[in-house]
């Protein structure tokens, strides 16, 4: 049997009288405070765990997008460009996953083997599933950069926002505390300075 974590308890009471306590110099401002911070902290933990999954869905969905591309080689029919030459897109022909023959045009994006190649030459391209030449897809590595990307961006996106929340509150309530402190020395103030 399990015992219960004795610290896990007194760390929730001590929330609790961070925020709800009785101590008699604890402003309700200072209580509000309390409860944005709790909510403020809340949310964030919610965001990142938000950005979380939004990364593994990127990184899911650009695996999924690489296993619906079929890798095959292309015969250019005329010189590929060399670097700065124009046009950047060369006649091709290639073959598809059931062996029928296609031509058309291959770009640098489609395929960046074209650059100072021959006429002739065989070139790796990777096609879609109707036949037509796409960019490659990413690398194992590149599909984890992009999807930890997401995450970070996401997560301190969240983290700003949030924070900037608390500062706009923290102004408001700084204002509402200085604005009570004043009016109390309004009518104290005069009681003191009238015994010296």
Request: charged share 20%; hydrophobic share 45%.
């Amino acid at each position: 049997m399990r015992v219960p974590d004795r610290r896990a308890g007194r760390r929730l009471a001590r929330v609790g009288r961070l925020l709800f306590g009785r101590n008699k110099l604890r402003r309700p401002s200072d209580r509000v405070e309390g409860v944005v911070v709790l909510a403020l902290s809340a949310a964030f933990l919610t965001a990142c765990i938000v950005a979380a999954c939004s990364a593994g869905h990127v990184y899911q969905s650009e695996h999924a997008a690489a296993a619906r591309l079929r890798p095959t080689v292309a015969v250019l029919s005329q010189p590929g460009p060399t670097a700065g030459s124009q046009p950047t897109a060369v006649r091709a022909t290639w073959r598809l996953p059931d062996g029928t023959q296609r031509s058309g045009t291959l770009t640098i994006l489609s395929a960046p083997a074209i650059y100072d190649a021959r006429s002739g030459a065989s070139v790796p391209v990777w096609l879609d599933r109707s036949g037509e030449p796409v960019p490659p897809p990413l690398n194992e590595g590149g599909m984890i950069f992009n999807a930890l990307l997401v995450g970070i961006v996401a997560t301190v996106a969240t983290a700003i926002a949030l924070t900037l929340c608390y500062l706009l509150c923290r102004k408001a309530l700084d204002r509402h505390r200085l604005a009570r402190w004043e009016s109390a020395w309004a009518a104290v103030g005069p009681r003191w300075t009238s015994r010296r």
